[in-house]
């Protein structure tokens, strides 16, 4: 195998690898491999980055190996990425199999992508583990989201128990869903703690989970969320949900922006040694 340059990138504490264009791309295998902590590189997904006339075309893979049609966080890096690499000047389209964002910079640092939301609110969906139930809203920002409000602090929330029972559970069908715990301590901010699916675990950040818990928040009304939304996750760094007309986010053509940080950590060459290695134990319930 021949080295394969990289970037490592991160949205907001969500670590991903990007191959920019790539003689090929790589195969499940490799991106499992790559992904996997401790024994490769580690990275929350790769993305794949190519240049498409104006603009860049971004294929997204979760750690798993497999593709997912969106991440915005990782959206965000890609945007980040095609202005460092000089692909643009301060703004560019990203497309993605769920769509084609715009993204520009938003001040050092930071990049903000705007999105045309689905104009279809929440949906409340109660949900049984081991006879308790669970009242939450369904929520598809590209992909599947399902939003639990946890009022007491995050601190205690049973993400990796919880997030893990509810990611597989049968109302969710073969696909599954991500789960996110989200407070809102006063108005106009959320805090949020996602399981994502395809990670298997809790990121330090996911952007289509703060979309979905903020367009939650809105539309359950009752003060506890207003735009523009500041969101603290658990990595520590705080995002901005905003939309376009505010008094109507479910409109029809109404744009949503997520703004956050978004940086390039590192550059090199993947080698061999980085795709081998032991398969995880049955018991450790990795792929």
Same mark, same amino acid.
């Given at each position: 195998?021949e ?7 991160s949205?907001? !504490? ?13 195969? /499940?295998? @490799? ?31 979760n ?27 301060d ?11 715009? !993204?520009?910079? /938003? &001040? ?17 969906? @109660? ?13 598809q920002? !590209? ?7 946890w ?23 073969a ?19 996602t ?30 969320? &207003? ?8 990595? &520590?760094f ?29 550059? !090199? ?15 450790t319930?990795?792929?």
């Open positions: 195998m080295p394969i340059d990289y970037f490592k990138v949205g907001s !504490g969500n670590d991903f690898l990007a191959l920019a264009e790539p003689a090929e791309d790589p195969t /499940a295998e @490799q991106i499992r491999a790559w992904c996997r902590r401790g024994v490769s590189l580690g990275a929350d997904g790769l993305f794949v980055l190519r240049r498409r006339g104006a603009g860049v075309a971004m294929d997204y893979f750690a798993d190996g497999l593709a997912a049609d969106l991440c915005l966080n990782g959206t965000r890096c890609a945007v980040r990425l095609a202005l460092h690499l000089g692909w643009c000047a703004r560019v389209t990203v497309e993605t199999p769920a769509g084609a964002f715009r !993204g520009r910079a /938003a &001040g050092p640092g930071r990049i903000a992508i705007d999105l045309t939301f689905l104009p279809i609110a929440p949906r409340l969906l @109660q949900v049984e583990i081991e006879r308790e139930r669970f009242d939450g809203w369904f929520v920002v !590209g992909v599947p989201h399902y939003v639990l409000l009022p007491e602090g995050l601190a205690e929330a049973p993400v990796a128990t919880l997030g893990a029972a509810l990611r597989r559970h049968d109302a969710f069908a696909a599954g869903t991500n789960v996110d715990f989200v407070r809102f301590p006063t108005r106009g901010l959320m805090e949020i703690r399981y994502e699916r395809g990670v298997e675990a809790e990121t330090l950040s996911c952007g289509t989970g703060v979309l979905a818990g903020a367009a939650t928040g809105l539309a359950l009304g009752g003060g506890t969320a &207003g735009l523009p939304l500041a969101v603290l996750t658990a990595g &520590g705080a995002l901005e949900v905003d939309a376009a007309p505010r008094a109507e986010p479910f409109a029809p053509g109404a744009r949503w922006t997520l703004t956050g940080d978004a940086r390039l950590l590192a550059r !090199g060459e993947l080698l061999p040694e980085a795709v081998r290695g032991p398969a995880p134990p049955a018991w319930g990795a792929p």
